[in-house]
């Protein structure tokens, strides 16, 4: 079996509350050479205008505040009136 260094099978809790909180984007975790944390994000289309299309911090705190200032992929609009 070949093991990939720093991907974890079981995330962290504040790594599962980012990818909750930021559904516009794929977070993940991983290890540097020396072992430190990055947190990295890659955004998942359709693209918001001007939002950043990777992101890498060094914790989860700064990616919380770097995700929290990108735009977001507005909402498709709902269909309304009755059906014939």
């Known amino acids: 079996m070949i ?7 079981w995330p ?7 990818r909750a909180d930021f559904p516009d984007y794929l977070v993940f975790e991983r290890q540097d050479e020396q072992g430190r944390p990055r947190f990295i994000a890659t955004r998942t ?4 205008p001007g939002a950043a299309d990777l992101v890498i911090t060094a914790d989860a705190a700064e990616m919380r505040d ?3 200032r990108q735009p977001t992929t507005p909402p498709l609009p709902r269909r309304g009136g009755e059906r014939s």
């Open 3 to 9: 093991a990939m260094p720093g991907y974890n099978l």
């Open 12 to 18: 962290s809790d504040e790594l599962r509350q980012l």
């Open 45 to 48: 289309p359709p693209n918001a």
């Open 66 to 68: 770097k995700l929290s």
